[in-house]
């Protein structure tokens, strides 16, 4: 028997299958309680199960799951679907209602108005503008208007790429709310901004098909609240949380946000091609310095190849002008060797006529002999002659050891060369401000009074180096007992004041000037606080200046050489690289004390660096 329900309960959403969006036909009812046409349903399973369903989810045949096609469940075996007598009787009465004309607002042509019948007429102005109809009678273009509407929502909201029924029947559920099949709707009525609610027999529908539920409300997500940065619903919107805050609908949000993230993408795919291009440069960076390093290195191993054969060549040359010098000698020597052999035998032969003639018994023979005998012979003076070569003198091998030395000299200084001609910073001009603070030399001599035991003093005062053992000397108040450091006898309170200390050969110093108050007794804090001021070198490279925490400084060229420079009235101290010209650092300060010139070669570190400080005449340079 057929229900009789209110008309102002009826809603064509309430008899449309939501996979072909038509009035039911044998409805039937799925176990979580959704309603299809049972042919739609039907060939959406046959579909899924053949891979081509699923709502597009790509459930195929090895799944052996059957979905609902609106909330998705999935059912380990196709459920048995029996027709839903009820649905289908209601489904009739509202056709045969249709057909008759039966007014859509349950007033029968003149009863009070249902409060829920704005729910219906929301979206049908023409319906609410139009003359009342007589009991009995409907418009016929409502239901063929209602029909020719649905019918078109496939076309505009359908994706290319999906079915009709499937894309239908997951836009449905995402629109729906899963209420009661026996509750009415409640007697909400919507803001004027927001649309009207409409209701199915498997629940409701807040806003378009795509937007996701409240999980409070079960309405559609449609707006964004800005103050909170979350979606929510029309119902939210009213509520005491959100009452009084910014709120935007959420699809111009998400455009916003959209252009925004757009904005973002190409500051993004800007610093990327900057940095590829960064990327790029220092590859081709690379390539070329290691182009240019092959390059280098072959013509550096040319050079020299061609040095190694100059050296052979110039070999060669050195030792066959030895040889000719040598058989030069051998020839001149052979001659004279021959002639005094000759002369010694002719001289011989001379003496032993004499010797025959003065035995002879013949007075006439001795006559006739004795003038060819006794006559002297012609003989060659043979006191300036000699065989003599610078040879023997070392000659060739002095000039060669000293050539040598002066070329070894050369090539020791060109990798030294090579590394401040390829140093990252260009090397500074030469600061002719040295060649001025030498206007303030002063004749500075160490007080050996102050020196710790183990530093060992000149006679003249002006080296110092640390030896490898405590010296027998007296503990008077002045004398450094645990730093190997010494001062100056000098010291100045005023003025301007300039010394060069020689550091060559070592491998760590201190030089620079200290207060005559500080410290010199057990362990002691060196920094201008403390009352010193003094450069530093360490493992041979590390130069800084003592302050607290030190300062590291970056020196190019490594000095031999150290000019101190000091301006009391200023409070300046200032290190200088003499042979190169060049200010290492300045520093500036208050004296408030005298100070004295402060020297300390360090300990000599098992003789790695025993070479001394000496404290050098100030030559002015050209």
């Known amino acids: 028997m057929a229900m009789a329900l209110p008309a102002a309960f009826l809603s064509e959403d309430q008899f449309t299958c939501s996979i072909c969006l038509e009035v039911f036909t044998n409805p039937v009812s799925t176990p979580c309680g959704h309603s299809f046409c049972q042919a739609c349903i039907s060939s959406y399973w046959d579909g899924s199960a053949t891979g081509g369903g699923g709502g597009g989810r790509g459930e195929g045949r090895n799944s052996k799951a059957y979905q609902c096609p609106l909330c998705k469940e999935s059912f380990r075996k196709r459920p048995e679907l029996h027709i839903n007598r ?8 509202f056709k045969e209602m249709a057909n008759a004309g039966v007014p859509w607002d349950g007033s029968g042509g003149g009863g009070v108005e249902d409060p829920n019948s704005h729910l219906q007429h929301h979206h049908h102005p023409a319906l609410t503008t139009s003359s009342p109809q007589r009991p009995g009678e409907m418009p016929e273009t409502v239901f063929a208007e209602m029909m020719s509407r649905f019918q078109l929502l496939p076309t505009s909201r359908m994706p290319h790429n999906q079915s009709p029924g499937s894309v239908n029947a997951h836009r449905s559920f995402q629109a729906q709310n899963h209420m009661p099949h026996d509750d009415p709707p409640p007697p909400y009525s919507p803001p004027a901004y927001l649309p009207s609610r409409r209701y199915t027999l498997s629940g409701s529908i807040d806003s378009p098909p795509s937007l996701p539920l409240c999980p409070i409300h079960l309405r559609g997500l449609e707006f964004f609240c800005r103050t909170d940065n979350t979606c929510v619903c029309s119902v939210c919107v009213e509520t005491a949380e959100h009452r009084g805050h910014s709120v935007i609908p959420a699809k111009r949000e998400w455009h916003i946000k959209k252009s925004q993230l757009g904005i973002a993408e190409v500051e993004l795919k800007d610093l990327i091609c900057e940095r590829e291009r960064k990327v790029e440069e220092i590859q081709n960076s690379l390539r070329e310095i290691q182009a240019a390093a092959q390059r280098e290195t072959e013509g550096a191993v040319c050079v020299f190849s061609k040095l190694i054969s100059s050296l052979e060549r110039c070999q060669a040359e050195v030792l066959e002008i030895l040889e000719m010098t040598r058989r030069a000698a051998e020839h001149k020597a052979k001659i004279l060797l021959r002639e005094l052999e000759e002369e010694i035998t ?19 023979y001795f006559l006739k002999t004795f003038p060819a005998v006794s006559t002297p012979p012609q003989a060659k003076d043979w006191s300036s002659v000699s065989v003599v070569s610078e040879l023997t003198s070392g000659v060739v091998l002095r000039t060669v050891n000293q050539m040598m030395e002066r070329f070894e000299e050369e090539l020791q200084k060109l990798p030294e060369v090579c590394q401040r001609s390829l140093s990252d910073q260009s090397v500074p001009r030469p600061n002719t401000k040295v060649r001025r603070v030498q206007e303030y030399a002063a004749d500075i001599t160490l ?19 640390c030896g490898d053992r405590h010296q027998a000397v007296p503990d008077n108040p002045e004398r450094f007992d645990r730093v190997v450091c010494v001062l100056a006898t000098q010291s100045f309170n005023s003025g301007r004041h300039y010394w060069e200390v020689e550091v060559e050969g070592k491998t760590d110093w201190d ?40 300062t590291n400084l970056t020196v190019n060229l490594k000095p031999s050489r150290i000019g101190i420079y000091v301006d009391c009235d200023k409070g300046l101290v200032s290190f200088y690289n003499v042979e190169a010209r060049l200010l290492i650092y300045t520093f500036t300060d208050i004296f408030s004390d005298t ?28």
């Not at 500080?518 to 060196?526: A, F, L, M």
């Not at 001394?612 to 002015?620: E, K, M």
């Open 595 to 622: 100070i004295h010139p402060f020297f300390s070669p360090c300990t000599n570190k098992s003789g790695r660096n025993e070479a001394p400080l000496i404290i050098c005449p100030v030559a002015a340079i050209e």
């Open 346 to 364: 002719e001289l011989k032969n001379r003496s032993a006529a004499l010797s025959e003639l003065a035995l002879s018994e013949d007075c006439v």
């Open 86 to 93: 009820t649905l289908k009787e209601i489904t009739e009465r």
């Open 447 to 465: 007080d050996a009074n102050t020196a710790h035991p183990r530093l060992i003093i000149s006679a003249d005062g002006k080296q110092v180096h």
């Open 511 to 550: 030089v620079g000037v200290a207060s005559r108050s500080v410290n010199r007794k057990g362990k002691i804090t060196v920094s201008p606080a403390h009352g010193y001021w003094f450069l530093s070198l360490r493992d041979r490279t590390n130069y800084a200046f003592r302050t607290e925490p030190s």
